[in-house]
Protein backbone atom coordinates (compact mmCIF):
# COMPACT_ATOMS: atom_id res chain seq x y z
CA UNK A 1 0.00 0.00 0.00
CA UNK A 2 1.24 3.29 -0.80
CA UNK A 3 2.33 5.65 2.79
CA UNK A 4 1.54 4.08 5.98
CA UNK A 5 -2.25 3.07 4.45
CA UNK A 6 -2.69 -0.44 5.68
CA UNK A 7 -5.61 -2.54 5.24
CA UNK A 8 -4.85 -5.41 2.59
CA UNK A 9 -5.99 -8.82 3.38
CA UNK A 10 -4.85 -12.14 1.50
CA UNK A 11 -7.12 -12.86 -1.06
CA UNK A 12 -8.01 -9.71 -2.12
CA UNK A 13 -8.42 -8.06 -5.57
CA UNK A 14 -6.48 -5.42 -5.99
CA UNK A 15 -5.53 -2.47 -8.74
CA UNK A 16 -1.98 -1.93 -8.85
CA UNK A 17 0.99 0.46 -10.06
CA UNK A 18 4.28 -0.54 -11.51
CA UNK A 19 7.47 1.75 -9.86
CA UNK A 20 10.20 -0.45 -11.13
CA UNK A 21 10.58 -3.85 -13.17
CA UNK A 22 9.26 -6.78 -10.65
CA UNK A 23 7.82 -3.96 -7.91
CA UNK A 24 4.53 -1.94 -7.72
CA UNK A 25 2.17 -0.28 -4.90
CA UNK A 26 -1.85 -0.98 -4.70
CA UNK A 27 -3.55 1.63 -5.75
CA UNK A 28 -6.98 -0.14 -5.00
CA UNK A 29 -8.82 -2.63 -2.70
CA UNK A 30 -11.29 -3.69 -4.89
CA UNK A 31 -15.10 -4.49 -3.30
CA UNK A 32 -14.51 -7.74 -1.20
CA UNK A 33 -17.40 -10.60 -1.60
CA UNK A 34 -16.30 -11.66 2.04
CA UNK A 35 -13.87 -10.03 4.65
CA UNK A 36 -12.70 -12.96 7.61
CA UNK A 37 -11.42 -10.95 10.60
CA UNK A 38 -11.28 -11.60 14.48
CA UNK A 39 -11.74 -8.35 16.73
CA UNK A 40 -11.76 -7.88 20.39
CA UNK A 41 -12.25 -4.47 22.47
CA UNK A 42 -8.85 -2.79 21.60
CA UNK A 43 -7.86 -4.30 17.80
CA UNK A 44 -9.01 -6.10 14.48
CA UNK A 45 -7.07 -8.29 12.95
CA UNK A 46 -7.77 -9.26 9.00
CA UNK A 47 -7.63 -12.91 8.07
CA UNK A 48 -8.55 -13.26 4.70
CA UNK A 49 -11.03 -11.37 1.99
CA UNK A 50 -13.17 -12.91 -0.88
CA UNK A 51 -13.41 -16.53 0.60
CA UNK A 52 -16.16 -18.86 -0.04
CA UNK A 53 -15.17 -21.37 2.38
CA UNK A 54 -13.54 -21.10 5.99
CA UNK A 55 -11.83 -25.27 6.56
CA UNK A 56 -11.71 -25.47 10.65
CA UNK A 57 -8.53 -28.12 11.27
CA UNK A 58 -8.42 -29.93 14.38
CA UNK A 59 -7.03 -32.75 16.16
CA UNK A 60 -7.25 -35.28 18.75
CA UNK A 61 -3.64 -34.39 19.90
CA UNK A 62 -3.13 -31.73 20.76
CA UNK A 63 -6.61 -31.15 22.75
CA UNK A 64 -8.60 -28.88 20.20
CA UNK A 65 -10.77 -26.00 21.68
CA UNK A 66 -14.61 -26.39 21.27
CA UNK A 67 -15.19 -22.83 22.07
CA UNK A 68 -12.94 -21.77 18.85
CA UNK A 69 -14.76 -24.11 16.75
CA UNK A 70 -17.77 -22.50 17.61
CA UNK A 71 -16.35 -18.77 17.04
CA UNK A 72 -15.35 -20.10 13.60
CA UNK A 73 -18.49 -21.05 12.73
CA UNK A 74 -20.31 -17.94 14.08
CA UNK A 75 -17.81 -15.98 11.75
CA UNK A 76 -18.45 -18.23 8.72
CA UNK A 77 -21.82 -17.47 8.98
CA UNK A 78 -21.65 -13.66 9.78
CA UNK A 79 -19.89 -13.56 6.11
CA UNK A 80 -22.24 -16.38 4.73
CA UNK A 81 -19.44 -19.11 3.73
CA UNK A 82 -19.37 -22.39 3.73
CA UNK A 83 -17.74 -24.27 6.84
CA UNK A 84 -16.31 -27.55 6.65
CA UNK A 85 -14.59 -29.28 9.81
CA UNK A 86 -11.61 -31.53 9.29
CA UNK A 87 -10.66 -34.15 12.11
CA UNK A 88 -7.30 -34.61 10.92
CA UNK A 89 -4.61 -36.95 12.56
CA UNK A 90 -6.54 -39.99 11.42
CA UNK A 91 -3.83 -42.43 12.24
CA UNK A 92 -4.09 -41.83 15.85
CA UNK A 93 -7.46 -44.39 16.02
CA UNK A 94 -8.36 -44.12 19.99
CA UNK A 95 -8.12 -40.14 20.43
CA UNK A 96 -9.86 -39.67 17.09
CA UNK A 97 -12.92 -42.17 17.37
CA UNK A 98 -13.09 -40.02 21.09
CA UNK A 99 -13.01 -36.79 19.39
CA UNK A 100 -15.26 -37.42 16.25
CA UNK A 101 -17.79 -38.44 18.90
CA UNK A 102 -17.52 -35.28 20.60
CA UNK A 103 -17.86 -33.86 16.83
CA UNK A 104 -20.78 -35.34 15.57
CA UNK A 105 -22.95 -32.54 17.18
CA UNK A 106 -21.76 -29.99 14.06
CA UNK A 107 -22.57 -32.87 11.62
CA UNK A 108 -25.83 -33.36 13.14
CA UNK A 109 -26.22 -29.39 12.69
CA UNK A 110 -25.56 -29.86 8.92
CA UNK A 111 -21.56 -28.86 9.16
CA UNK A 112 -19.72 -31.04 7.30
CA UNK A 113 -17.09 -33.13 8.96
CA UNK A 114 -14.24 -35.33 7.47
CA UNK A 115 -11.64 -37.13 8.77
CA UNK A 116 -8.56 -37.00 7.54
CA UNK A 117 -4.59 -38.08 8.00
CA UNK A 118 -2.63 -35.69 6.42
CA UNK A 119 0.47 -37.79 6.85
CA UNK A 120 -1.08 -40.40 4.75
CA UNK A 121 -3.12 -38.89 1.72
CA UNK A 122 -5.31 -35.41 1.52
CA UNK A 123 -6.71 -36.90 -1.64
CA UNK A 124 -10.21 -37.21 0.39
CA UNK A 125 -10.27 -33.30 1.41
CA UNK A 126 -10.14 -32.77 -2.46
CA UNK A 127 -13.87 -32.80 -3.59
CA UNK A 128 -14.51 -30.04 -1.34
CA UNK A 129 -12.07 -27.60 -2.44
CA UNK A 130 -13.03 -27.65 -6.29
CA UNK A 131 -14.01 -24.34 -7.57
CA UNK A 132 -13.52 -22.85 -4.26
CA UNK A 133 -11.44 -19.97 -2.50
CA UNK A 134 -11.22 -21.62 1.37
CA UNK A 135 -9.13 -20.54 4.31
CA UNK A 136 -7.78 -22.94 6.42
CA UNK A 137 -8.42 -21.70 10.48
CA UNK A 138 -7.24 -23.89 13.54
CA UNK A 139 -4.61 -23.87 16.48
CA UNK A 140 -1.29 -24.64 16.42
CA UNK A 141 -0.54 -28.50 15.94
CA UNK A 142 -3.37 -29.66 14.07
CA UNK A 143 -1.52 -30.08 11.15
CA UNK A 144 -2.99 -27.26 8.48
CA UNK A 145 0.45 -26.70 7.12
CA UNK A 146 1.35 -30.97 7.05
CA UNK A 147 -2.58 -30.88 4.85
CA UNK A 148 -1.21 -27.65 2.73
CA UNK A 149 2.28 -29.63 2.02
CA UNK A 150 0.42 -32.63 1.50
CA UNK A 151 -1.74 -30.61 -1.40
CA UNK A 152 0.74 -28.62 -2.76
CA UNK A 153 4.44 -30.41 -2.25
CA UNK A 154 6.06 -27.51 -3.33
CA UNK A 155 4.55 -24.94 -1.10
CA UNK A 156 7.55 -26.67 1.30
CA UNK A 157 5.18 -24.96 4.68
CA UNK A 158 7.22 -25.54 8.04
CA UNK A 159 5.88 -27.85 10.74
CA UNK A 160 6.65 -29.20 13.89
CA UNK A 161 6.04 -31.03 16.62
CA UNK A 162 4.00 -30.91 19.62
CA UNK A 163 4.84 -30.51 23.41
CA UNK A 164 3.20 -33.26 25.09
CA UNK A 165 3.51 -31.32 28.65
CA UNK A 166 1.79 -28.50 27.37
CA UNK A 167 -0.57 -29.67 25.35
CA UNK A 168 -0.29 -27.23 22.81
CA UNK A 169 1.09 -26.82 19.14
CA UNK A 170 4.28 -24.96 18.33
CA UNK A 171 3.82 -21.81 16.21
CA UNK A 172 5.66 -22.21 12.24
CA UNK A 173 3.23 -20.42 9.55
CA UNK A 174 3.49 -16.57 10.54
CA UNK A 175 1.66 -15.02 7.65
CA UNK A 176 -1.28 -16.26 5.44
CA UNK A 177 -0.17 -17.41 2.02
CA UNK A 178 -2.21 -18.29 -0.63
CA UNK A 179 -1.94 -21.48 -2.86
CA UNK A 180 -3.38 -22.11 -6.15
CA UNK A 181 -4.45 -25.62 -7.02
CA UNK A 182 -6.22 -25.10 -10.15
CA UNK A 183 -7.46 -22.35 -12.39
CA UNK A 184 -10.90 -22.62 -10.26
CA UNK A 185 -9.11 -23.48 -6.85
CA UNK A 186 -7.08 -21.53 -4.11
CA UNK A 187 -6.58 -22.06 -0.32
CA UNK A 188 -5.25 -19.86 1.91
CA UNK A 189 -2.74 -20.98 4.92
CA UNK A 190 -3.61 -18.96 8.09
CA UNK A 191 -1.31 -19.12 10.96
CA UNK A 192 -2.45 -20.95 14.11
CA UNK A 193 -4.67 -18.80 16.55
CA UNK A 194 -5.78 -19.94 20.01
CA UNK A 195 -8.50 -17.14 19.99
CA UNK A 196 -11.10 -15.58 16.99
CA UNK A 197 -12.51 -12.49 18.60
CA UNK A 198 -15.99 -11.56 17.85
CA UNK A 199 -16.41 -8.15 18.91
CA UNK A 200 -17.99 -7.38 15.82
CA UNK A 201 -20.77 -9.74 15.93
CA UNK A 202 -23.13 -8.42 18.38
CA UNK A 203 -26.70 -8.11 19.81
CA UNK A 204 -29.67 -10.11 17.66
CA UNK A 205 -26.82 -11.29 14.98
CA UNK A 206 -25.11 -13.27 17.30
CA UNK A 207 -27.70 -15.72 18.19
CA UNK A 208 -28.68 -15.74 14.33
CA UNK A 209 -25.04 -16.91 13.80
CA UNK A 210 -26.49 -20.40 15.55
CA UNK A 211 -27.80 -21.89 12.48
CA UNK A 212 -30.38 -24.28 15.25
CA UNK A 213 -31.13 -20.98 17.01
CA UNK A 214 -33.02 -19.27 14.05
CA UNK A 215 -36.52 -21.25 14.50
CA UNK A 216 -36.98 -19.74 17.86
CA UNK A 217 -35.33 -16.03 17.25
CA UNK A 218 -38.04 -13.62 17.27
CA UNK A 219 -40.66 -15.98 19.66
CA UNK A 220 -39.83 -14.99 22.75
CA UNK A 221 -41.93 -13.30 25.10
CA UNK A 222 -40.27 -9.54 25.31
CA UNK A 223 -39.18 -8.71 21.96
CA UNK A 224 -35.89 -7.28 23.61
CA UNK A 225 -34.94 -10.65 24.58
CA UNK A 226 -31.12 -11.00 25.39
CA UNK A 227 -31.81 -14.85 25.56
CA UNK A 228 -30.22 -14.52 29.36
CA UNK A 229 -32.69 -15.13 32.12
CA UNK A 230 -35.64 -13.92 30.79
CA UNK A 231 -38.88 -15.53 31.13
CA UNK A 232 -40.17 -16.49 28.15
CA UNK A 233 -36.87 -16.64 26.33
CA UNK A 234 -37.78 -19.24 23.56
CA UNK A 235 -33.92 -20.18 23.23
CA UNK A 236 -34.18 -21.00 27.08
CA UNK A 237 -36.82 -22.73 26.55
CA UNK A 238 -35.98 -25.24 23.65
CA UNK A 239 -32.76 -25.87 25.15
CA UNK A 240 -34.35 -27.17 28.10
CA UNK A 241 -36.24 -29.18 26.17
CA UNK A 242 -33.57 -30.76 24.53
CA UNK A 243 -34.44 -29.13 20.79
CA UNK A 244 -31.21 -27.08 20.70
CA UNK A 245 -28.20 -28.07 22.11
CA UNK A 246 -27.32 -27.96 25.67
CA UNK A 247 -23.53 -27.39 24.96
CA UNK A 248 -23.89 -24.71 21.95
CA UNK A 249 -26.32 -23.01 24.00
CA UNK A 250 -23.86 -22.34 26.69
CA UNK A 251 -21.20 -21.71 24.18
CA UNK A 252 -23.51 -18.65 23.16
CA UNK A 253 -24.07 -17.01 26.71
CA UNK A 254 -20.27 -17.15 26.74
CA UNK A 255 -19.17 -15.69 23.56
CA UNK A 256 -22.43 -13.18 24.28
CA UNK A 257 -21.29 -11.91 27.87
CA UNK A 258 -17.90 -11.59 26.32
CA UNK A 259 -19.12 -9.23 23.56
CA UNK A 260 -20.98 -7.17 26.12
CA UNK A 261 -24.23 -8.42 24.65
CA UNK A 262 -25.53 -9.92 27.83
CA UNK A 263 -23.86 -8.26 31.24
Known amino acids: MRGKKGGAACGDRVEIKLTTSGQGVIETILPRSTLLYRSDAYREKLIAAN??????????????????????????????????IILNKGDLIEPTRTAAASLSLYR??????????????????????????????????????????ALIPEAERATAGISIALDTGRHTTTHARLFHLDESTCIIDSPGMQEFGLRHIDGEDLAWEFIEFRPYIGRCKFNDCRHADEPGCALAEAAHDGKISRRRFNFYHKLATLSGTIS
Open 51 to 84: VTQMIIVVAAVPSFSEELINRCLAAAENQRIRAL
Open 108 to 149: ELGYPLLQISAKTSAAPLLPYLKGQLSVMVGQSGMGKSTLIN
